[in-house]
Every structure is written in structure tokens, then in C-alpha cells.
């Protein structure tokens, strides 16, 4: 499969912000998505980025640059339920094939 | 709206036995997805389907097949189980019009 890298863990305070990077291979590259999966619980889809720039959506906000090669989940205002694990994951075409990375475990301490 | 449900939750099978995890959903979705995630691993694609009778190799795809005579379910069939599969099985769903995928609650699998 394709390789996706991004950090195995962070952790952080309440109220504080992270930010989780991912670097992609480049070839055939088509857009990059972020999920969030709560401990035994199914992926639940965060945002999708195809063009260069920042996509927000409430306290969460991500990032492509595709010149790169990568793209950036920022959580801001951190509270304790966004302790989960976040994985990007990339098309590399304009259909359902995704690939993912190995995920991020984000812990927010109090 | 129940989404994708998958059945079973739990299952738990001795080496060389066969099974099938049912996935369906109720979105009207073209594209369908079975992946499995193992620990530090993320989630590989098993299988996918873009519609009603096609379906296509994902990642890791020895030992499993699926089918799609329906849109709103794709089974996935463990041919002879063997303890590499132990793992837990997601299936997704999207539409053609989103990116998001929507997934079940997944089905935890052992093989012993």
C-alpha cells in the first residue's frame, strides 16, 4: 500500500491546541481526509482536503499542501472527549479507495 | 436512519472454518468498502465495490471474497480462517456526491 506517516501519540491539556502532521507519497495523489475513532468505536469522518489551503470546521481545522506532500489536523480548544485516535488517510483517484495511516493517539489530561 | 450495520458484533472461529460478515446499509451509497484494523496498523482495504455487481481488489485481499448483487449490501467471506485473520472488520459506505465515508460498528473476529 501507499505510505502515509504521522506521529503514534500526542498528549496535551484541556484548552490547549494540537496539531497532528501527515506526509504522503506524492504519486497519483487526489485528496487527503481525516478521521477520528474513539476507543472501540467505528472511524467517524473530520474533514477532506483536495486543494492547497485550510478547511475549517468548529474547533477543528485541516490543512494540504500539496507541494509538499503534506497536511495537518489542528484541534483547538482541546476537551477531554477529543481523546481518541485520528487517522489521515489518502485517495489516489477519484474513486473509494482509501489508504490510511496508522493513526494518531491524542490524549487530553485535565 | 440506521446507516451501516454489520453483523456479528463478536465471533469467534477455529482455523479452516468459513464464515460470513454481513454489511449493509440504507444510504443508497455506490461505494462500499470492507477494511480490516489491526493494533498500531491504521485500517487496509480488503475489498471494495463502485456498484451493484462490481466489485475490486483492495490491499490485502487473500483469503477473503465478497459480492455485490445488491446496493445496499456486500458480504464479506472469510473462505478458510486462519489466525492471521484475527482482527477487527470495518465496512464503509459513500456516496458519489461526498467524500465522507460512513462506517459500521465493526465486527471483532478471532480465529483460534
Known amino acids: 500500500g501507499q505510505s502515509l506517516e504521522q506521529p503514534s501519540e500526542v498528549t496535551a491539556v484541556e484548552g490547549a491546541i494540537v496539531q497532528i502532521n501527515c506526509t504522503y507519497q506524492?504519486?497519483?495523489?487526489?485528496?487527503l481526509s481525516w478521521y477520528q475513532q474513539h476507543d472501540g468505536g467505528a472511524p467517524t469522518f473530520l474533514s477532506y482536503?483536495?486543494?492547497?489551503g485550510l478547511e475549517e470546521t468548529g474547533r477543528f481545522s485541516s490543512f494540504l499542501s500539496r507541494s509538499d506532500s503534506y497536511g495537518y489536523l489542528l484541534l483547538q480548544e482541546l476537551q477531554m472527549k477529543d481523546s481518541a485516535s485520528y487517522f489521515c488517510?489518502?485517495?489516489?483517484?477519484?474513486?473509494?479507495?482509501?489508504?490510511f495511516g496508522a493513526g494518531t493517539t491524542v490524549t487530553v489530561r485535565a | 436512519n440506521a446507516g451501516v450495520t454489520q453483523t456479528p458484533k463478536f465471533q469467534v472461529l477455529k482455523t479452516g472454518q468459513s464464515m460470513t460478515l454481513q454489511c449493509a446499509q440504507d444510504?443508497?451509497?455506490?461505494?462500499m468498502s470492507w477494511y480490516r484494523q489491526d493494533p498500531g496498523m491504521g485500517l487496509r482495504l480488503i475489498h471494495y465495490s463502485v456498484g451493484a455487481g462490481i466489485t475490486d481488489q483492495g490491499e490485502v485481499p487473500n483469503g477473503y471474497n465478497v459480492s455485490r448483487s445488491t446496493t445496499e449490501d456486500f458480504p464479506l467471506r472469510l473462505l478458510s480462517a486462519a489466525p492471521s485473520q484475527t482482527s477487527v472488520y470495518f465496512c464503509?459506505?459513500?456516496?458519489?456526491?461526498?467524500?465522507?465515508?460512513?462506517f459500521g460498528q465493526g465486527t471483532r473476529l478471532t480465529v483460534v
Open positions: 488517510a489518502v485517495s489516489y483517484s477519484n474513486d473509494y479507495k482509501l489508504s
Open positions: 506524492t504519486s497519483g495523489f487526489y485528496g
Open positions: 464503509a459506505s459513500r456516496s458519489d456526491s461526498t467524500y465522507e465515508a460512513f
Open positions: 444510504m443508497n451509497h455506490e461505494y
Open positions: 482536503n483536495a486543494l492547497d
